[in-house]
């Protein structure tokens, strides 16, 4: 109850910091995108992660204003980036979304308010789901990604290949985007079975014409498999960690 408390007051006074993990292609190193991570600095408790207070923010219905917070505060930090960079090669930013955020109505709107007040161009926002999220979809969750995409949003799926059904999403969902769960990644170099589905899911997302982003790359020799493999895009703590924005700044427009 002192959690939910301290969550209340974290809202009204914005305690809460995004972290911005790159995005990299694989076979140039280039920098596609970023994927935004939020973190609780919370005042007597220093950094809280994600995974300590998501799931109470979602029980009590504060992820909705959160949420929207991450949305807004994402899609300005990246127009602000995209700003200074060159203008051929602009930076996509990724935002987790929760599915209590996806049953609210007014979600289309909220993302549709996010871009324009940013100026980010839609088709610089992916925003990310999770398999346990659409496996659990209403009748509404179809009708809400439609709504999305057609602003011109991309859609990507989280830990793909851990969840029940993980194909059947395929089919329903108007997914452009598939993200390799970091344990696909995580034995790619010493167990047969794992490096198969890995090569597998980048077959598939090749077949129906989705970019695969590689989760949790940690050492040279898995991004050389994925790079064998043709995994287009990547990310893990052997290229970066989530970083403050001004260590992203630091990474983006490196100062001599
Ligand atoms: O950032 P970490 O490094 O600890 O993230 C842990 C988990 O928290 C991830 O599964 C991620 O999807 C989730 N997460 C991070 N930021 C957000 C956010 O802004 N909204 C939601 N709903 N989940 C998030
Ligand atoms: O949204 P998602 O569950 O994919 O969030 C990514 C999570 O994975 C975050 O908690 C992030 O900090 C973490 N992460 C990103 N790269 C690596 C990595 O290379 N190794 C490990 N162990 N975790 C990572
Ligand atoms: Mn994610
Ligand atoms: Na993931």
Redesign the pocket.
């Known amino acids: 109850l002192q959690l939910e408390a301290d969550l209340r007051r974290a809202v009204v006074r914005h305690e809460f910091e995004l ?1 911005y993990q790159p995005i990299v292609h694989l076979r140039t190193g280039e920098i596609t995108g970023l994927e ?3 973190r609780w600095q919370h005042p007597e408790r220093g950094v809280i ?3 300590d207070f ?1 799931p109470l923010a979602e029980e009590t219905g504060m ?1 909705v204003p959160i ?1 929207e917070w ?1 949305l807004r505060e994402a899609c300005r930090q990246a127009a602000t980036w995209n700003a200074r960079r060159d203008s051929q090669h602009p930076l996509s930013v990724s ?4 599915a209590v955020q996806l049953d609210q109505p007014n979600l289309p709107a909220v993302v549709a308010s996010a871009l324009a007040n940013s100026g980010l161009p839609a088709t610089s926002l992916i925003i ?1 789901l ?1 398999e346990s999220l659409l496996v659990d979809h209403r009748d509404s969750t179809l009708h809400q990604l439609e709504q999305i995409k057609k602003l011109g949003v991309r859609l990507a799926i ?1 830990d793909f290949g851990t969840g029940y059904s993980s194909l059947a999403y395929l089919r329903r969902f108007p997914v452009d985007i598939i993200k390799i769960d970091k344990s696909f990644v995580d034995d790619v170099g010493d167990e047969p079975t794992a490096a198969a589905l890995t090569m597998g899911i980048i077959q598939l997302g090749r077949a129906l014409s989705l970019s695969t982003i590689a989760e949790g790359i940690e050492d040279k020799f898995q991004l050389t498999e994925l790079t064998d493999g043709n995994c287009e895009l990547g990310q893990g703590y052997y290229f970066a960690e ?1 970083l403050t924005d001004i260590a992203t700044d630091e990474l983006l427009f490196p100062t001599g």
């Open positions: 972290r935004a991570l939020i992660p994600p995974l998501i992820i949420g991450v935002v987790n979304l929760s990310e999770t989280d989530p």
